[in-house]
Each structure stands twice: as structure tokens, then as C-alpha cells.
């Protein structure tokens, strides 16, 4: 009876393994691509083969009953290995659901009788041949139904038949091949076999792995131990039929509530997709469940022809809503979380959350009621609604095109022009039409397509009109016999037209401070970054223009100006004394403008954020931002209504350095030597004062613009100026 212990609990483990194989294949199904040629199912069922190989040992020496329940307790390791694929959390009720199996468990196996019954009578076998005949109907019926309860139902009691037959092989064949050969409930054994597996694939795909698991493991535990001791003669130990009666309800029960509480949740849905991404700054940490993603797979499922999982996903995103009916953008899928007391350090408070509930962030999110919405109508149509109608006729009413020959040679991509019209040259199939659509990304704008023909011996050349900013040229090519092909580049022409007030530069590599500061550690900082190259003040009529060009100008942290904070203080030689300021924006900045440039307005720009006041702080609008990586400039749109008209006599201080949305003042703080994301004093420790110095107290400039006869190194200079005085730009 040992022996069959083990074999039992091998079969257990390694069912429970196939069963996360075969939902994971099951979460990638597409219309071209068979769930029977996903690597993962047919690792699942290579596993289910071994654990069905160590279920037939396991029954040589066990009755059904004990075997059954035993592979019932696959529930509660099937919810540990979700928790590590998935995520899942396991809450009070799923661990005492896992006790209750256990316990179970035990029972049953206490009562097994020691006594091996005798062989099959011949009515047996007749009830186990009529019972194969008459689930294989059902599975034919539930196949067309498409209904993913009558399909795991099905599944368990073909995998309850299979294991039925297996002790019926045993007890009549016993150690003769011959005799087992010879044994009809041998060939009941594959065929049982076979309509569980279709079943439970089929069902697979038409529900989650809980609801189906759940309903085939109750089967699978109580029907089979039933037949076994009515059909085969299993015997329960004298006295302990109403502990195995306690055990079969301890262990049905647990594997109910693993089934439908912790797979599922009380929302009655697949469990949704999670974002793993950290928060900044540190990247630790994880995210939430978000019901959105539900919503997407649920279309997913939808184009599928799976209305019935679609349906029960929707009213999973319903069940997380709160209020009413608005669905948050991430749910709480942990344990409730009281709040915390009043004064608890924030960084680690909680401001109390409940299962299924929002996790904090934005309640509601219209995205996530577009998305409800949406699918609640494609639901109604039977399919997704948002099909493009050109896109659907092109690769699904008909098979894609052939492919053509299609080869750009300039522009080359992302590239750099200074005018418009760009030429784009290539070579495609002889005779081929090339046509070349421009669209501006920053405007959302096109411009006329323009149309070529490519010649005898495939070359083209053809003008393509542009507007100022990115423009992306989609070059497509199309043969007489409906041959596609596409190539895009991307360039910028980064041009603002106006009268150009002020146009300096500033040396490369002086990105350093006043000579020893060094970046951040984290490759989040790209070489150049914060090095200005250029600075150009331009009239556009209604606006004033402020372009800064720098070495480097790679998107940072999400944005295409997330590592920069740029401050331009703005010296309008007719504001009144008492409406200017020579101090820094914040006061840990650890710097002053100089009085001849005293501002009266200040512009501080980053990719999170903005602040537009005056000497008094008072906020006197907004500005319109804008980072292009190609051209490398940051430029900023300031309303002449509320800054001025700048002339001769109006000055600029420059100044750039890092930002940091959690620094009181939004900007990059420093460290003795570089942090991951902090400035360094210095690139290493040294006894120079300039290294030894407060690293709180030293500006933060990482490089400024500097006037004639002014250098850098001097200006900053903290060990030398107290405060460090920085000078302006002045419009001749």
C-alpha cells in the first residue's frame, strides 16, 4: 500500500504541473496556429502522460477512492505554482482550503480497506462499456454546445472512467500479459482516456483553468471511488465509513473553494493581467491587477468565436467596479489592508485597501470604461467592433498580398534635413508605382501624397514636401499584380519660422559644472544630455520662441525630456525694480542671477512638469514644450501676451541641470562622488575643496551660458563666489 502512496502523490504533482503547461499554451491561442502546436501544451500533456503512467501503478495497489482524492489535492498545488506563474496571492480561505484537502486527504486514505477485491463480473464491464458509449455522445453534444462546464464534466468523468477501467485491467488480468491483453476493460482505458483530454482541451479553451479544474477534479474524486466500490468491490475499513464520508466532503470542499475563490476571485473572472514595472525611482515593487487588460483579452477571446469566456471576463471588470459601476485602473489583489495610523511615515503607510478593490490609482479610468463598454457591444454584434473594415477585407476575408521589392537609399532614417522637399530615391520591381505619403507626428498632419513610377531598371526618385518638425514618409511600392511593399523613414526639419532675436552656442563637454562635477551612474543618462551646444531666443509673431540644443537629447524615463530641467530668467530692462528677483527658482538650487539680469519672468521646463511666473511667484500661464531627439532641441513656445516682446537690452540666464520629481525643488541633487541617480561633486574622492565640499551647497548648474569674457569654470565656481553669481545672455 505504500508503494501506491507514492505513486499517488507522483500523479498528483505531475498533473498539476501539465495543467498550468496547458492553460499558459491555451493564453496564445490565434486563429493560424493550432493549440495542439503551442511547446507548452505538448509539454503539458507529455507531463499528463507520466502522471497518468503513475496513476495506473498507483491504482494496482490503492483502492479508486483513496487514488482519487489523492489527485484531487492537485488543486492546492496547482494554486502554489499559480502564485508563482501568475501571481496570485493566497488568502486565508485558500490556506484553510489547502488544510481541508489535507485533512481530507488523510481520511480517505485511513479508510481504504486492506482487503483486494476479486475480479470484475461481466455485468461490470458491461456497465463500464455502456457508460464509454454514452460519454462519448455527451462529448460530441458539449463539442457543439461549446460550453465550458458540460465540457470539464465530461473531461472528469473520462478521466474517472480511465481510472475505473485501469483497476478493472488490474483486479482481472492480474500478473499474465495474456490475461491482460485479453481484458476488455483495457481498450476502456483509452478510450476513457482519449474523451477526457479532447474534452478538457476543448474546455480549456472556453474558460479559465479554475473553473475548469474545479469542476473536473470534484468529478474526478467522487464519481470514480462511487463506481469503484459499487462495480469492483473496493472495500472501506470496518467502522470508517463515516470518516471517509467526512474526508471525500473535507477534500470536495477545499477543492471547490481553490477553484472558484482563488483562481477566480470574487469577481468570477480569469484572473486579469498584471504590470510587473517597479516605481521610479527605484524600479521595486509591482503592479496591480489591471481590469482593462481583461477587457483586451476578452475581444482576444471574442474574435476567437469564445462568447461564453468573453462573457465571463466582462462581468469579472463589472465585479471590480466600485461606486457606481466605475471600474478603477488597478485593483487590490492581495489580502484587505487596514489604513494605517495617522502620522505613519508615507513611504510605507497604507491608505487601507480591500480585495477586488481599487489598489490606489485612478478610480475611474476612462479607459477601462471604454474599454467595458466596447467590449459589452461586441459581445452584442458577436464580434469585435472595432475592426478596421480595410484591414479585415486585406488579411482575413482575403489571403495578403505577395510581397514586392521595395529598397530606400535616401533620406536615410532618422536623419536630420533643412528643407522641404525631401527626396527619396530606391529601387523597386520595374514598373512598380511608388507613392510616398509624409506625416507630421508632432502635428498630426499630412501632406499630399506624391506618386512615381520606377523605371526599366527599378530605380525611382521622387520629391516628397514636408512640414516643419518629425515627419515620418511611408514609401510603398505596388506591382502590377497587386505585390505590396512598404518602408517608413522617419526625419525632422526642425525649423521655426520668425525673426531670430538671439542665436548663441556654448562649448561641447562642459557639461561638468565648474569642472568636477560627473553624471549620475545609471544608463538612464546618456553622454551629453545635460551639455547645451545651443540657445536661440526667435520671434514667431505670436509667440516667443526659446530653442535649447543639446549633445544629447535621448528619451528619459518615459519622456522626451524626462533627465533635463531647463530655467531661462527672463531680464525685461522695462519691468519695475520691485517687480524683479535675483533668486535662484528654488533656494536649494545654491545660486543667484546676477543684478543686471535681475528677471521679472521665469521659465522652467522639464518633461514632467512646468512652472511660468514672476519675480513673485505668481503663476502667469502655461508654456507649450516640445524635445526632439533627432535635432536634439527642447523647444518652448511662451505667449508674448504675458512675457513681452523682448528687443534690445533683454537678457537670458540659462541654466541646465538634472530633474528629479521627488526633490522638494524638481531638481537633481548631488553626492560626493556619482550615485545611480545622483550628481557626483566629483567623478572620485579627493582632497580638492572643490571635492570636500557640502555636496547640499554646491549649485546646481551643470552647464550655463555664459557672456564674452566670462568662463564657465569661474562662474560656478563655489569654492571662489559665495553665492555663485551666474550672468546673462544679452540681446545686442
Known sequence: MVIGWVFALAATVLNSVAGLLESDATRHLTRDRWLVTRPRYLGGLAVDGLGWATTVVALRYLPIFVVQAILGGAIALTAIGARVVYGSALRRVDRLACAACVVGLVLVAGSAGPDRPAGPSSAAELALGAAAIVLVVALVAAWQADAAWPLALVAGLGFGGSSVAVRAVHLSAGESLVGLLGAPPLYLVILFGVVGLVAYSRALESASLARVTAILLVTEVTVPGLAGIVLLGDSVRPGWWAAMSAGLVLAVAGVVVLGLTFFQGWYGGEMVYSYGAGVAPTGQGTGHLWPVLSGERAEHQLQLGQPAASAQLLLGMARFASGVDLIPEQNWELPDLAASPFGTDPTVASIGFRNGGPAGSAAPLTWSAAQFVRLVAGLRAGKPVETPGIVSDRYVAHPPPALASLSVTTPGDLTAVSSSPVTVTGTADPGARVDVLAVNTDSGTSTAPVTTTASSSGSFSVDAPITPGTTVLAIAATTAAGATALVKRSVVWDFVPGTVLLDVTDPDLDDNGPGNYAYPTSDNFHAGAFDVQRFQVIDSGTDVVFRLQTRDLSPTFGSPLGAQLLDVYVHDPAAAPADTSTAASFPQRNYAVAAPAAWSRLIEVQGFGQRYVDAHGTTIGTVAISANQLSRFITVRVPKATLGTPGPGWAFTVVLTGQDGFS???????????GEFSFGVCATASADPHCTFDPAAVPKAVDV????????????????????????????
Open 664 to 674: 522638494p525643488d524638481q531638481a537633481r541633487g548631488f553626492t560626493p562622488t556619482p
Open 705 to 732: 551660458l555664459v557672456p564674452a569674457g566670462v568662463t564657465q569654470a569661474d562662474e560656478l565656481d563655489y569654492t571662489v563666489h559665495a553665492p555663485v553669481t551666474i550672468a546673462g545672455i544679452v540681446i545686442p
